[in-house]
């Protein structure tokens, strides 16, 4: 879905898959894709240490994105999506 870049900086070093709704508060999206983001080491400790670890949400992420990236992330998650359906 993110074709093995980070989804806010382009990188295609370090990358990690980030749960944007917490792995232990919503078991059920574990392994739904759209509640994955690809992003590098660095943009995730970043998130982490300002969010910290456990019951994480999107709309932490989406707020993160705004603060540090001026990015709306809702927003490119619908560009990625659909960009996603059109490559199928
Ligand atoms: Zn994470």
Known sequence: ???????????????????????????????????????TREVHS???????FGNNTQAQFQNFCGLQYTIDWFSLKKIYLNFNEKTI
């Open 1 to 39: 879905m993110y074709n093995y870049k980070c989804a806010l900086t382009g990188s295609t070093r370090n990358l990690v898959c980030h749960h944007l709704n917490g792995w232990n508060a919503y078991p059920n999206q574990r392994f739904d894709v759209t509640n994955g983001v690809v992003v």
């Open 46 to 52: 970043k998130f982490h240490i300002a969010y910290k």
